[in-house]
């Protein structure tokens, strides 16, 4: 069993909560909803740095991708 600790702490509550039978049943409800939180955060974020990494903000040094040039004599 591994993963985050995020659903442990849930089942956890819901075990003190609620009876075992039902907190069997929502266990997988709780993993695919930690699986489906994770999976969005992820799409956000690479959305968030690709954006990034395309226009560079104001004030801000970039990456300095657009100022290298290749050596002499490379094709």
């Known amino acids: ?6 659903p442990h702490a849930v089942r956890l509550v819901l ?9 069997a049943g929502l266990s997988t409800v709780v ?3 930690a699986v489906a939180v ?3 955060w ?3 974020y690479r959305r ?6 395309e226009a560079p ?4 040094p970039g990456l300095g991708w657009d100022r ?5 004599g490379a094709p």
């Open 31 to 33: 993993e695919l909803a």
């Open 57 to 60: 903000r104001e004030g801000s």
């Open 68 to 72: 290298v040039r290749a050596p002499p």
């Open 1 to 6: 069993m591994g993963g985050t600790p995020g």
């Open 48 to 53: 968030r740095v690709r954006a990034g990494a």
């Open 15 to 23: 075990l003190r909560t609620l009876p075992v039978p039902v907190v």
């Open 42 to 44: 992820t799409v956000w």
């Open 38 to 40: 994770l999976l969005a």
